[in-house]
């Protein structure tokens, strides 16, 4: 499956401008031959936006975004705050090239104020959805820095985790590093899709990137709006799990609190 990317610095609190440079990038994606376009971390309304995000949370936010999917014949994995039963969330949607939503992801580690003055953490691990061959997990952007949330979804057998992001300086490390390290430790690949220029009080440090299982950097960039390709292929993860059988290695049962409170007879 060809998957796309797509790097911006959107358009802060508002929703129609976002929305048509989805379209664009829809319209461009599909041109590419790419199945998937997995967008920014709230990318439908911006991250750094104040008590607008709760606002806008509680409008009808997904129905154009999913008009779009089905008029261009493009899944979505989309970044958008959610409201449900008073409560708010920072979530990640995936919607098929129909226009269904087959799944869904509530950032489930939320990052300081930012994220917990406007929203509750999700109590579920990754989702895996199976889409065209495909077994997709979503994360969004702080969760994918706990390796726990990476490793679940490798085990649940996700052969792609893609991660909306808003991902803001001093943190280059995590883009420029980290994600080479989860897609190695788990044989899986990983489009890490971020923002780029300032919001509000941030500054994005954009190189977003999509890494292969065996953690080659399959395209990135460093700064400004760009799509980003790269073709996923199961068989490549399975193959890199012969090379590094870490999942197969794995002894879980070394990891429990009894495996821990047992005493050692021989010392
Ligand atoms: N490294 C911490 C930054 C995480 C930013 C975020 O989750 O929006």
Redesign the pocket.
């Known amino acids: 499956m060809k998957i796309s990317g797509l790097q911006t610095s959107g358009t802060p609190g508002d929703v129609d401008a976002n929305l048509h440079e989805l379209d664009a990038a829809c319209r461009r994606a599909r041109a590419e031959g790419a199945e998937l376009l997995i967008t920014t971390?709230l990318f439908v309304t911006g991250?750094d936006i104040g008590d607008a995000v709760r606002e806008l949370a509680r409008t009808d936010l997904l129905s154009p975004a999913r008009e779009t999917a089905a008029s261009h014949g493009i899944a979505l994995v989309l970044g958008a705050p959610e409201y449900e039963s008073g409560a708010y969330y920072n979530s990640a949607f995936f919607i098929d090239a129909a226009g269904a939503i087959l799944g869904r992801h509530r950032k489930n580690h939320l990052?300081g104020e930012?994220?917990r003055r406007y929203f509750t953490p999700g109590d579920l691990p990754a989702p895996v959805i199976d889409y065209a061959g495909v077994r997709i997990a979503m994360l969004i952007?702080?969760d994918v820095?706990f390796p726990e949330n990476v490793r679940s979804a490798a085990l649940a057998g996700a052969d792609l985790v893609a991660v909306p992001t808003?991902?803001?300086q001093p943190?280059e490390f995590?883009a420029e590093h980290l994600l080479r390290v989860r897609a190695w430790e788990n044989q899986i690949y990983i489009a890490y899709v971020n923002h780029d220029g300032d919001e509000g009080s941030l500054r994005y440090v954009g190189r977003s990137s999509i890494v292969s299982p065996s953690a080659t950097v399959l395209d990135s960039v460093e700064h400004g709006n760009r799509l980003l390709f790269a073709t996923v292929e199961p068989h490549t993860v399975r193959q890199a799990r012969k090379a590094n059988p870490y999942l197969a290695d794995l002894r879980p049962d070394l990891f429990t609190p009894s495996a821990r409170a047992t005493k050692d007879p021989s010392c």
């Open positions: 971390e991250y990052f930012l994220d952007c702080y820095e808003a991902q803001m943190y995590i």
